[in-house]
């Protein structure tokens, strides 16, 4: 089992900054890639970014020059840098992780940290 501790969510103005931090515990070898999600009230969940083990980068188009996903694996954690927030970047975000192992594919989830933008 791979458990995930989200931080870093809350309250901001348009045009502002978070960052939003993810650490994962347990079973974390054979984690093969770590990204973030949003859903938004009314709408289906959404990739925003992921980070593969080697550091392989891929964005919604949404959020392309404003958010940037980094990874420190010695500490195991992922992070999410949010800049030129909109208030269409308000949401719960989510932080998952896909651990692969022969034949197997398993994903986690963190428990959502809320991202609010204020216009």
Do not use: H
């Not at 009314?42 to 593969?52: F, P």
């Not at 891929?58 to 999410?80: H, M, P, Q, W």
């Amino acid at each position: 089992q791979v458990q995930l501790v989200e931080s870093g969510g809350g309250l901001v103005q348009a045009g502002g900054s978070l960052r939003l931090s993810c650490t994962a515990s347990g079973s974390i070898f054979s984690i093969n890639r770590m990204g973030w999600y949003r859903q938004a009230p009314g709408k289906q969940r959404e990739l925003v970014a992921d980070i593969t083990s080697g550091g392989s980068t891929n964005y919604a188009e949404s959020v392309k020059g404003r958010f940037t996903i980094s990874r420190d694996n010695a500490k195991n954690t992922v992070y999410l840098q949010m800049n030129s927030l909109k208030s269409e970047d308000t949401a719960v975000y989510y932080c998952n992780a896909v651990r692969i192992r022969p034949g197997m594919a398993s994903d986690y989830w963190g428990q959502g940290t809320q991202v609010t933008v204020s216009s």
